[in-house]
Nanobody, 119 residues
Framework: QVQLVESGGGLVQPGGSLRLSCAASGIVFSIYTMGWYRQAPGQQRELVAN???????NYADSAKGRFTISRDNSKNTVYLQMNSLKPEDTAVYYC?????????????WGQGTQVTVSS
C-alpha cells in the first residue's frame, strides 16, 4: 500500500519560513518524480515544484528564488523549504509521486498539509 505522509505545515507570519516533509512508503522512491502541489480555497491545484529521479528540479514562477525542493532517497523523503513566505502562499500543500514507464502512469497523492501565512 502506497502512503505519502506530509508534515511541517502550520501558521507563519509573512516573511517567515517553513519546511515541509513528505515521507513515502510502498513505492520504489528513487525512481519517482516527487512534487509539491498546492490548492488555495476556490482555486485549482497547481504545481509548486518537482524533482526528478536524477534530481532535476522544476519550479513554478511563484516559487522561484524562495522555495527549494530536495529529496533524500535513503529516507524516502522529499522536502520543500519555503522562505520569504507571503499571504498568497496560503494553501493546502500536497505531496505527489509520479512514475511514467512505457506510456503508463502511476501517480499517488498525500493527504495534504495546511500552510497559512498571516500576521
Amino acid at each position: 500500500q502506497v502512503q505519502l505522509v506530509e508534515s511541517g505545515g502550520g501558521l507563519v507570519q509573512p516573511g517567515g519560513s517553513l519546511r515541509l516533509s513528505c515521507a513515502a512508503s510502498g513505492i520504489v522512491f528513487s525512481i519517482y518524480t516527487m512534487g509539491w502541489y498546492r490548492q488555495a480555497p476556490g482555486q485549482q491545484r497547481e504545481l509548486v515544484a518537482n524533482i526528478g529521479s536524477g534530481e532535476t528540479t522544476n519550479y513554478a514562477d511563484s516559487a522561484k528564488g524562495r522555495f527549494t525542493i530536495s529529496r533524500d532517497n535513503s529516507k524516502n523523503t522529499v522536502y520543500l523549504q519555503m522562505n520569504s513566505l507571503k499571504p498568497e502562499d496560503t494553501a493546502v500543500y500536497y505531496c505527489n509521486a509520479r512514475w511514467m514507464p512505457w506510456r503508463n502512469e502511476y501517480t499517488y497523492w498525500g493527504q495534504g498539509t495546511q500552510v497559512t501565512v498571516s500576521s
